[in-house]
């Protein structure tokens, strides 16, 4: 089986710091943001799941899901966006002419146009990194270490054991499009 290079997010262990936003920036020399951090299902405190100790965040960071069916790649007519064998969706700059069908076909909303350059920015899963044996810069910049990369196809890797143990999910199953990221929802909390 080959590989299938993809990332579990924890969102237990997600502070919402935007460490790997920022590191993303450096590495990646960026205008946009790559990866955005959501902040989700904050309780409000004017209700009863919402007053201390019951007070909660929960933080999503959101970036190019390479997804095992890319609606992008499909979309661009120039073969600016590739699918590799083992797994990352990687732009290719000098192809693209800055049409934006990747942008319109993407359910995760997380490819940027930059107006500057007349072409789109998305991450790339620093594939210049791992093709020299080291993780994507986020992973190894985020504070709460909550990033884990890995192969998908590997019942024993990180990511695979992180995803059965603690039922980690996909965003928008329903679009039919395999996202090779996954996230680990925050354990329910036991009320003292």
Not at 105 to 127: G, S, W
Request: glycine share 6%; with cysteine.
């Amino acid at each position: 089986m080959s590989k299938r290079l993809g990332l579990v997010i924890d969102q237990e262990r997600c502070i919402g710091c935007d460490a790997c936003t920022v590191a993303c920036k450096i590495e990646n020399n960026s205008i946009g943001h790559w990866i955005q951090v959501e902040t989700r299902n904050v309780s409000q405190k004017d209700t009863p799941s919402g007053q201390y100790p019951d007070v909660r965040f929960e933080w999503l960071p959101r970036l190019c899901n390479h997804c095992s069916n890319p609606p992008c790649v499909a979309a661009c007519p120039n073969e600016a966006l590739v699918k590799r064998e083992d797994g990352p969706v990687i732009y290719i700059e000098e192809n693209c002419d800055g049409c934006q069908a990747c942008i319109a076909a993407c359910p995760y909303n997380v490819i940027l146009y930059n107006q500057d350059k007349n072409t789109i920015e998305k991450c790339n899963l620093c594939v210049h990194r791992i093709d020299k044996g080291i993780q994507p810069f986020c992973v190894i910049c985020c504070e709460g270490q909550a990033i884990y990369f890995g192969d998908l196809n590997d019942p024993d890797s990180v990511v695979s054991q992180k995803i059965a143990s603690r039922e980690g999910f996909q965003l928008i199953p329903e679009a039919g499009t395999n996202p090779s990221v996954f996230y680990c929802p925050p354990k329910p909390r036991n009320r003292l």
